[in-house]
């Protein structure tokens, strides 16, 4: 995992609440068997006319958004099936980091573990977030937990641990393997009943 | 400090950590399946890491598989997903029930009929209605594709401690109203998302007289109230449900023994208690685009509320202030994590018994594990369906989440007895109305939704 410090990027808005992970990723898309090549296909209804074409009118299709690396969004996002591919697709894609009024628990925590940074902003914070221009840039400084855009900065919360991973970069497992021996001791101790 | 269920297992697998924080759980039980392990076990191999424990690792094939045809896989990439499942549990010595296999089936009904799943356990499943097994009086709940991948390489999982919540169920449960109509019935009244942040636990008399079959309905349900885990104390029925399956604790006795010391001390324990009565609880359908979108029979299409109640009325094709025997039904599928058991089939094939399906009506009946489909043809419910013109399918999800050949046209009217009614869910476009296996075999036979406590239940029982 690339360690993350500040992303200094252009945000793209797309508004909606409750943007499921249906949406994000239709369950078409889930028959891989690898983490890569869904940024193709991440929101794949709105993007995509029956055609095939890309829909013009869809944010991420707008070329003065190409490159963009902070989505904006409502609440309750990456809600319903728990599929990791909806947060791969945003990756693949290359976004950074996600500012929502609430993300579901378990989307946030795949977003944790691919680098994905979850941002939760309350709505009067957002409604200033949204009036971000095409060619502007908004920064995310997690050391000190702010999004800076202009001159205003909106402090978010974060786990510390969640908050040391992404700075380190430090993949779960490696994190993990430093408590083997603890994990060890318990499997010892584990009842068993044959 | 008086203790829930929750807490006494929750503590009896914490390795590191403090509440507050993410804490390190021991898993005693990882089901996997050939959707969300592909990723995880190429994470394995390339950085050179084992698979911790594979004999507390079980996986089975069921999202992908075709009901109708069952070893002729057409879809390129579902197959694909089979044979990598296949050629990794082959590597990693991870026992598999393949299509085919008695033990196959959906990763939820397999987990409890084989005996896997056991009381004050801490199970994982890469699939978010792993809160089923919550049941047995187990902390089940679904992990994500990298969580996946570390409960693999280290048999232990980083979580934040929930809140808990407490539903005392109360009363006595109608003729002709189950499970599913309580579970549906209190997201009805609380919400879809009432459960965030906190884990479930089902309590109170009507609930200590479900069998495990119809706890598991419940628990199943509880992820659609935004909760990861549901759970039911284990008592004297879910120690017989276990005793005799194949993975049952050889000494059965002492495992009884230890289970029984696993139950919330009193109710000022959880952080949160509701109440919910079942004594006029009516038969639930959905009539909208998620779960709590639901009425009883009886009653109407309720009027638009929001924003949200339009664009579900403009999806489903329905309008307020219509009754549920106007929904024009198409379809039924009986089957799903949520009701494929055999009391569910036995259940279905009472109201189907002797008679035919409504001429509207084309009916899948998918049994969510080869045993149980095995059973129900050995017992004769089977032919029940097959006389009445259903089809009689091979285990898996099916049409619950039509990631297989079985989708609901676009358009079309589905009674399910799945949990999902989101838009697209059981096929693009279909139109999906929930409610329990009695409500939608009785709608099979009427040809549209009728109030079944009505019903004259002498005539579904006589013999
Ligand atoms: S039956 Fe449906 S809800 Fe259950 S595991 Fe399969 S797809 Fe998921």
Redesign the pocket.
């Known amino acids: 995992m690339k360690a993350f410090t500040e992303e200094i990027g252009r945000a793209v808005v797309i508004p909606n609440d409750s943007i499921n992970t249906d949406i994000i990723l239709p369950k078409q898309f889930l028959k891989n068997i690898l983490k890569t090549g869904f940024g193709k296909d991440l929101f794949f209804d709105w993007r995509y006319l029956e055609d095939g074409s890309l829909n013009p009118d869809f944010e991420l299709n707008k070329p003065e958004h190409k490159g963009a690396t902070i989505l904006i969004t409502g609440t309750d996002f990456g809600s319903g099936s728990s599929r990791e591919h909806a947060v791969w697709a945003l990756t693949d894609y290359g976004f950074k980091a996600v500012i929502a009024g609430g993300f579901s628990d378990i989307f946030y925590m795949n977003a944790t573990k691919n680098g994905l940074l979850p941002i939760v902003l309350p709505e009067a914070d957002r409604a200033i977030l949204r009036q971000v221009k095409a060619d502007e840039l908004i920064t995310i400084n997690l050391p000190q937990q702010e999004v800076i855009y202009n001159t205003q900065a909106f402090h978010f919360d974060i786990n510390p641990q969640w908050k040391e991973k992404f700075i380190k970069g430090e993949d779960d497992i490696d994190h993990t393997l430093q408590f083997a021996n603890q994990i060890t001791a318990f499997e010892q101790k584990r009842p068993n009943f044959g | 400090m008086s203790k829930t269920l929750f807490d006494k297992i929750w503590d009896t697998h914490v390795i590191a950590g403090q509440v507050g924080e993410p804490q390190l759980l021991y898993v005693d039980l990882h089901l996997i399946h050939e959707v969300t392990s592909p990723q995880p076990f190429d994470g394995l191999r390339s950085m050179h890491r084992r698979l911790r424990r594979p004999d507390l690792t079980f996986a089975t094939m069921?999202?992908n598989v075709p009901t109708k045809d069952i070893f002729n896989v057409q879809d390129e990439m579902s197959r694909l997903q089979m044979e990598t499942l296949e050629r990794n549990c082959k590597e990693f010595d991870v026992p598999l029930a393949s299509i085919g296999d008695d033990q196959q089936g959906?990763?939820?009904v397999v987990g409890p009929e084989r005996g896997l799943t056991q009381p004050a356990k801490v199970i994982v499943c890469g699939?978010s209605?792993t809160a089923t097994h919550g049941a047995f009086g187990t902390i089940a709940f679904g992990i994500g594709t990298s969580e996946v991948e570390h409960v693999m390489a280290t048999q232990t999982i980083w979580q934040v401690k929930p809140k808990t919540m407490g539903i005392k169920i109360t009363g006595k449960l109608p003729a002709n109203t189950y499970a599913k109509d309580i579970i549906m019935g209190i997201i009805a009244q609380y919400g879809v998302s009432f459960g965030t942040g906190y884990a479930i636990e089902f309590y109170g008399e009507a609930v200590e007289n479900l069998s495990m079959e119809a706890r598991l309905t419940m628990c199943n349900m509880s992820i659609e109230a935004g909760s990861k885990t549901g759970m039911v104390r284990p008592d004297q029925t879910t120690f017989d449900y276990i005793k005799g399956r194949e993975f049952a604790p050889k000494d059965f006795a002492a495992a009884q023994k230890y289970w029984e010391s696993f139950y919330t001390d009193d109710e000022s324990a959880f952080d949160e208690n509701l109440t919910f009565d079942v004594s006029d609880l009516k038969p639930m359908i959905t009539w909208g685009t998620n779960p709590g979108m639901a009425m009883a029979v009886n009653q109407l299409t309720p009027a638009v509320k929001d924003a949200n109640d339009q664009a579900a009325y403009d999806y489903i094709g329905l309008h307020p202030g219509m009754k549920a025997e106007e929904i024009p039904l198409d379809y039924l599928f009986i089957g799903?994590?949520t009701n494929s058991r055999y009391e569910d089939l036995e259940i279905a094939a009472q109201m189907m018994k002797g008679k035919h399906l409504a001429p509207n009506i084309t009916a899948w009946i998918v049994p969510g594990s080869r045993a149980i489909r095995n059973k129900a043809i050995k017992t004769g419910i089977a032919k029940i369906f097959e006389d009445a013109g259903c089809e009689w399918r091979e285990p898996g999800?099916s049409a619950?989440?039509a990631m297989n050949p079985d989708k609901i046209p676009a358009g079309m009217h589905a009674a399910s007895t799945?949990?999902r009614n989101f838009i697209g869910r059981q096929g693009a476009g279909s139109r999906t109305h929930l409610a329990s296996p009695a409500m939608v075999a009785a709608a099979g036979i009427a040809g549209h939704f009728v109030d079944i406590t009505l019903l004259d239940t002498e005539e579904g029982e006589s013999k």
Request: aromatic residues 0%; hydrophobic residues 20%; contains cysteine.
């Open positions: 069921d999202h959906i990763v939820h699939d209605h799903s994590c999800c619950c989440l799945s949990n």
